[in-house]
């Protein structure tokens, strides 16, 4: 159906066709807030830590773009999009069933990577069927809505075990040393996993395709060989839009991949001066870190919608360029907090970054890219996201020692100066748009 045809929504179909997102991204948040920590219960060393963050950029990088090639021609009695939504989510629930009852360190690494695939599975179909439903004038709207249920889904799986442990001693652990407060916040997430997914496919349907575009689909060969040249030609044809994003979402997502795996370890160190994984200080700190990251993203879910005029109003590159650098201050002085409502107050910054970095950038993406290769270029998109936090697990334990002083808040003043060199990159994106939409999409 061409976009000048599409139905309008209601913003509560909107809402509908986006609660997937949120079972999607509580698997996320949940992965965010407890890798870390669960690492280091199984004995890693901070030093090699991102290492085993490895799974993320690498599923992504090989996953996306080639989930997104064949979404795009897919021809099913579900839709193109669909398919993959169901399998990614199975996937991801069975691996979140499981991740707490790891016995080693190796064992949690090597379901990461199976759980990474699930999400990567479901993740890039899941933007470019939001491009494909909404008309050209709703996608500010549909991103946005998106963004804040990433920040809604991700307050609530970062707080699960700080609320549960309101029932269970934290100090109960299972038999790996694991606390059953976060192996129970696992079981929530395998089953928002699948439930959520369901229900908007059930409530938002694809829309199906006119005879045009199933000709068109029908007449491309699902071949490796075939999937990989378009993929090829994709790059080549790449928008200036989407190149020009490349050096910010470098900044951006390498800095947020460093908050994510050295948080909890900085708090330990600045609010009570341990290093120690096995004590209960650590135990407390890596708690801390959860509500902050719940704090941090309910005011994302707060900020996107209160973005969705700003965008309108002024665009989503200059809002962008202000969430980014709102995010980079925070986290210089993230290390220097030493009490809470300082931290909360921080976390205002982190979560307008956040916010930003999942709705504005899609939204600048959509109106720059053609209808037919939604998914192929929402696949690729990913790489811009993988590639850096790739880049971040070789680099970090090479300077971790050497240039940051074995100190984990060194590691998180980094990701500051990195989240603000992101927004001086995004000053210099074109926002050139290929197809007719409003100044705010574009």
């Given amino acids: 159906m061409e976009s000048g045809m599409k139905p309008r929504l209601s913003l509560a179909r909107i809402i509908e066709m986006n609660v997937g997102f949120f079972g999607l991204q509580f698997s996320f948040g949940l992965q965010q807030a407890n890798m870390g920590p669960i690492y280091g219960?199984?004995?890693a060393d901070e030093a090699k830590m991102p290492l085993l963050w490895l799974a993320g950029p690498m599923t992504g990088l090989i996953i996306q773009p080639l989930i997104g090639a064949l979404s795009d021609r897919t021809l099913s009695r579900f839709g193109r999009r669909t398919p993959y939504f169901l399998i990614g989510a199975l996937l991801c629930s069975a691996c979140l069933w499981a991740m707490p009852h790891s016995a080693t360190l190796w064992m949690a690494a090597g379901l990461l990577w199976l759980l990474d695939a699930g999400n990567n599975v479901t993740m890039e179909p899941y933007r470019a069927y939001v491009a494909d439903r909404l008309a050209e004038d709703q996608r500010s709207t549909g991103f946005l809505t998106q963004s804040a249920f990433t920040g809604l889904a991700q307050t609530l799986s970062y707080l699960a075990p700080s609320l549960l442990a309101q029932m269970i001693d934290r100090n109960v652990l299972d038999a790996n040393g694991i606390p059953v407060v976060v192996r129970i916040a696992f079981v929530i997430g395998a089953v928002l996993s699948l439930s959520t997914i369901v229900y908007s496919v059930v409530r938002v349907p694809e829309l199906p395709l006119s005879s045009d575009e199933r000709a068109r689909i029908a007449g491309t060969p699902m071949t490796a060989g075939a999937t990989l040249r378009e993929i090829r030609d994709a790059i080549v044809e790449m928008p200036p839009t989407m190149r020009?994003?490349?050096?910010?979402?470098?900044c951006q997502w390498y800095a947020m991949f460093v908050y994510w795996q050295f948080i909890a370890f900085a708090l330990a160190r600045s609010l009570y001066a341990t290093a120690d994984h096995t004590s209960d200080q650590f135990r407390s700190a890596a708690l801390i870190a959860q509500q902050l990251g719940a704090f941090y993203n309910f005011v994302a879910f707060a900020g996107a919608l209160a973005l969705i005029p700003v965008v309108r109003r002024i665009g989503a590159r200059a809002a962008?360029?202000?969430?980014?650098?709102?995010?980079?201050?925070?986290?210089?002085?993230?290390p220097h907090a030493t009490a809470m409502p300082q931290l909360l107050a921080l976390m205002v910054g982190i979560g307008l970054g956040w916010a930003g970095m999942m709705g504005n950038t899609y939204v600048m993406l959509a109106g720059a890219i053609p209808p037919a290769?939604?998914?192929?270029?929402?696949?690729?998109?990913?790489?811009f996201?993988?590639?850096?936090?790739?880049?971040?697990?070789l680099t970090m334990p090479l300077m971790y020692d050497a240039l940051l002083g074995s100190d984990p808040r060194n590691a998180v003043t980094l990701a500051g100066m990195l989240m603000l060199t992101g927004a001086?990159?995004?000053?210099?994106?074109q926002t050139i748009k290929i197809r007719n939409c409003d100044n705010a999409d574009c």
């Fill in 41 to 43: 219960y199984l004995g």
């Fill in 244 to 250: 020009g994003l490349a050096v910010a979402m470098l």
């Fill in 320 to 334: 962008h360029i202000g969430c980014l650098a709102a995010s980079g201050l925070a986290m210089l002085l993230v």
């Fill in 373 to 383: 290769r939604n998914g192929i270029y929402m696949g690729i998109f990913n790489m």
């Fill in 385 to 393: 996201i993988v590639i850096p936090m790739l880049i971040e697990t």
């Fill in 424 to 429: 001086l990159a995004t000053v210099f994106v």
